[in-house]
């Protein structure tokens, strides 16, 4: 994943007609400023845009309100980054409406012939996720555990549990692969094993006729 841009509407300490962040105006970056002038910010608005997650949002019963901006009633993240010779956006939103919350989520993908944006959208936001994470190949623990270190979570991974190691492990060089390969052997064997028998009873079958 190559980020591209990130643009923020009332995300934390951001709030309106804020400028986007171009990633292709560097290839090196470092994040400097005193406290509170929204350096994390950027960074949780990134895992909120592809996960629906974000550091200050963790211990919430509802995740989205402590990103919201205070005093606004909604907010949004959008996120363009290319993969594998493709272009994605992923563009979040969070509503509050009276005593309930709207949040949305679009995945889409750039067609060059067209010239613009295909919606790769599914119809509920779980399934849109299950669509970000496949097409990431990555879920957002196995990032915060690999390539991102989240502020004050440095021993994030030391902390998970032996088979919460292992699994993340497994998610990072690959391993499943092997397992979903094992599980298609295996499948295909016990065809061929059934396909034998189906052959042996039949063969004894005309041995007895005959």
């Known amino acids: 994943m190559i980020p591209v841009k990130l643009a923020l509407k009332n995300f934390l300490s951001y709030g ?17 400023g005193n406290n509170g002038q929204g350096k994390s910010a950027l960074l949780d608005a990134l895992t909120w845009a592809v996960w629906g997650e974000g550091r200050k949002s963790s ?20 996120f363009i980054f290319d993969l ?4 994605y956006r992923i563009i979040r939103s969070f509503s509050l ?9 679009e995945f889409q993908v750039f067609n060059q012939e067209k010239n613009e944006y295909i919606s790769l959208t599914a119809p509920s936001i779980r399934k849109t996720q299950e669509k970000i994470i496949k097409t990431l190949r990555i879920d957002y623990q196995t990032f915060i555990n690999s390539a991102f270190i989240l502020q004050g979570r440095i021993d994030e991974f030391s902390r998970k549990s032996p088979r919460e ?6 998610e990072i060089l690959g391993i499943s692969r092997y397992d979903e390969l094992a599980n298609l052997a295996k499948f295909h064997l016990r065809e061929v094993n059934n396909t034998i ?3 042996e009873s039949r063969l004894e079958y005309i041995n007895q006729e005959i």
């Open 197 to 199: 028998m189906t052959k």
């Open 165 to 170: 190691r292992k699994e993340i492990l497994s």
């Open 59 to 78: 211990q919430e019963k509802k995740a989205d309100n402590s990103l919201l901006r205070i005093g606004q009633k909604d907010m949004q993240v959008e």
């Open 97 to 105: 409406v009276k005593k309930s919350s709207r949040p949305t989520l």
């Open 16 to 32: 309106e007609d804020v400028p986007p962040l171009d990633f292709t105006q560097f290839h090196i970056a470092c994040l400097s």
């Open 84 to 87: 594998e010779g493709d272009r």
